[in-house]
């Protein structure tokens, strides 16, 4: 089985990406015919913006962009989706952001179509999310934030696509042992992943 890991982090030093590597190394570890693959789209120079062409594309007038296309391709050839990211703004980075509203297209994530119920396409993808911020807990729980992240990215995003979101992991900076519990956290996700799956019926 394969997953594809996505990392939205401009610089390859980051935790970000050392907590990535850290999936990556449970996934290897946890079965010799289970393979991972890092997506680093800042280093792939994906182009975020949401363009003319997109909306096109997403009102059914034209097929996808050929960079499209190619992500497309990269997520239908694996089991499970991760992304790993740092909390900007109590969201996600607008590079990732801008990665799910041009790949997730109308069509291909979804359907919808007027008149008829949408139609999520993604029901057999299993998505794992691991978010990296700077507050403590407190702050997040006190305000609601990561309350308002898991409905707008857990449900909002992946739900409305059919997508099951295992994990949702946000990652703090005044965790005990931090750094080492997040990568020791990392490395968990990344043995337990295939666990987690089921086969197509």
Known sequence: MHALI??????????????????????????????????DIAAENFDPRFSTSDISTLLREK???ADIVAEQARIDRSDVLVLVYPVYWWSMPGLLKGWIDRVFTNGWA?????????VKRLRHLQVHLVALGGADMRT???????????N???????????????????LLQSDANFPS?????????GLR???QSTPDA
């Open 152 to 170: 707008q990215i857990d449900h909002g995003i992946f739900n409305y696509c059919g997508a099951d979101v295992v994990t949702s992991e946000l």
């Open 181 to 189: 519990s997040h990568f020791s956290i990392a490395r968990n996700i």
């Open 110 to 118: 979804y359907d919808d179509i007027p008149n008829s119920k949408i």
């Open 193 to 195: 992943i295939f666990s």
């Open 140 to 150: 997040y729980a006190r305000h609601g934030y990561f309350g308002s992240m898991k």
């Open 6 to 39: 996505v990392v939205s982090h401009p610089n390859p030093k980051s935790l970000t990406h050392a907590v990535a590597e850290k999936i990556v190394d449970g996934v290897n570890s946890s079965n010799p015919e289970n393979s991972a693959e890092i997506a």
């Open 63 to 65: 097929e996808p962009s």
